[in-house]
């Protein structure tokens, strides 16, 4: 059960603008958003930074993106941020039902991992998690693939995910229906 209550329709002018500002066209809010604009200030501040984190401004390639986020969510425990990213970018990503399971279960050294920019993708994850750093080797290593730009956008959007991570487990919100869950990648059924 949630810590802080999702908003419910009908919303107000103030949120429901916000929600709207916050998915894409169309698209109903979830959970988090809805979650979020209980301090709309705060929504409001965030909109821009995620924008631009999911956005084609980035410098990152989506594949990149994705497989950033969702190792970082996966290594925080973080299972509703990983689910919605899975679902709703793990095919325009390029994942494979393997590759899925191994970022919710397994390493960079996973047999899936054939592509080194992927590879060194999940490696500066795990850095970042494990020791809130990237090592001289890796670093040199991720320089060889990555320029300056994208170094930069993977490291803070590694720490805006965890920063996401941080909110989603602490305010224990319940998935989105239809989405992964960790249990089901490690079986297959995803």
């Known amino acids: 059960m949630s810590r802080i209550a999702a908003v419910w329709p009908p919303y107000d002018d103030e949120v429901a603008s916000q929600l709207e500002a916050m998915m894409p066209a ?3 809010p979830i959970v988090l ?3 979020f604009v209980r301090n709309l200030p705060m929504a409001k501040a965030m909109q821009e930074w995620g ?6 401004r980035l410098s990152l390639t989506m594949r ?3 497989l950033l986020i969702d190792r970082t969510c996966a290594r925080c425990g973080c299972e509703y941020e ?8 793990g095919e325009r990503a390029g994942l ?3 590759q899925i399971t191994s970022i919710a279960h397994g390493d960079a050294g996973d047999p899936c991992w054939i592509d080194q920019r992927d590879r060194l993708v999940l490696e500066a994850a795990d850095a970042l998690h494990d020791r809130s750093d990237i090592g001289d080797a890796l670093w040199q290593e991720l320089q060889s693939e990555f320029t300056d730009a994208e170094l ?8 805006w995910y965890h920063a996401i991570s941080f909110a989603a487990n602490a305010s224990r919100l319940a998935l989105e229906p239809g989405v992964p869950k960790f249990a089901d990648v490690a079986r297959g059924e995803a």
Do not use: I, N, Q
């Open 152 to 159: 930069l956008d993977l490291v803070m959007l590694c720490g």
């Open 82 to 89: 990983w689910a919605v990213h899975v679902a709703f970018f």
């Open 33 to 35: 958003f809805r979650t």
């Open 64 to 66: 990149d993106r994705e």
């Open 96 to 98: 494979t039902a393997e």
């Open 51 to 56: 924008g631009y984190e999911l956005s084609k």
């Open 26 to 28: 169309g698209a109903p």
